[in-house]
């Protein structure tokens, strides 16, 4: 059997991260896409939390994934395979911020700040193609989000691992490199404020909020694989 054929008799889907990591180190990118599709939400939601903005969320991504693809033989397994993914697209992330806090001056803040009055806002919409957006309670989810990107980074990132991913503190804690308790004061404060904000009756729409399943998940993936074809072969 060759390697073409033993790739598409494999199931992917049913294998452990620990053996889709082996079989990526072996250079499998099939392996990786599976990968990508595991993590891609958890990945995306965490990163639009730190820069606000849908596509540049999006470009992150793809760059961390090439990242790790490369570095893939450092993969020790100890964290989860989500966490040392996510570690490195919020690495990409601040990295991010912090090059555009250095180009951006006073004015441009104070002027984007009078322009818009808040944050940057998210589309109406996040693709009319995808089932899983189209099914969302829309407009309770845009005033979710809305609210959400209000609060401060360091409460916003911790509240969307916690409440919206559905991690754990300790797997929270370790993705951001906090303390357990600090990590509690901050979910704490991050709900307290987006009590005032909103009714009771968001909890439904939780884990709907910024979806990254179907069309939006296999665009990115299909981007991500298409770039490895520049690299040399593993």
């Known amino acids: 059997m060759t390697a073409i ?93 912090r090059r555009r806090r250095q180009t951006m001056d006073i004015e441009q803040v104070e002027a984007v700040a009078a322009a818009s009055g808040r944050v940057v806002a998210f589309p109406n919409r996040f693709g009319g193609e995808d089932p899983a957006a189209a099914a969302a309670r829309e407009q309770l989810r845009r005033l979710l989000e809305h609210a959400v990107d209000a609060l401060p980074e360091a409460f916003r990132v911790v509240f969307v691992l916690r409440d919206v991913e559905g991690c754990s503190v300790e797997e929270t804690a370790d993705t951001l490199g906090l303390r357990s308790e600090t990590v509690k004061t901050r979910l704490h404060r991050a709900r307290r404020l987006l009590r005032n904000a909103l009714h009771d009756n968001v909890a439904a729409s939780l884990s709907d909020a910024f979806p990254f399943l179907g069309a939006r998940c296999e665009r990115m993936t299909e981007a991500v694989l298409a770039r490895f074809d520049a690299l040399p072969p593993r």
């Open 5 to 97: 054929d033993a790739s598409l008799a494999r199931d992917y889907a049913a294998l452990e991260d620990a053996a889709l990591v082996a079989l990526v180190q072996a250079g499998d990118r099939e392996a990786f896409r599976q990968v990508m599709r595991r993590c891609n939400q958890r990945l995306y939601r965490v990163v639009r939390g730190v820069v606000d903005d849908d596509a540049e969320a999006e470009d992150v991504v793809q760059e961390a994934y090439v990242h790790a693809y490369a570095h893939i033989g450092g993969y020790r397994g100890d964290a989860s395979l989500a966490t040392w993914l996510a570690r490195i697209a919020l690495n990409e992330a601040y990295g991010r911020l």
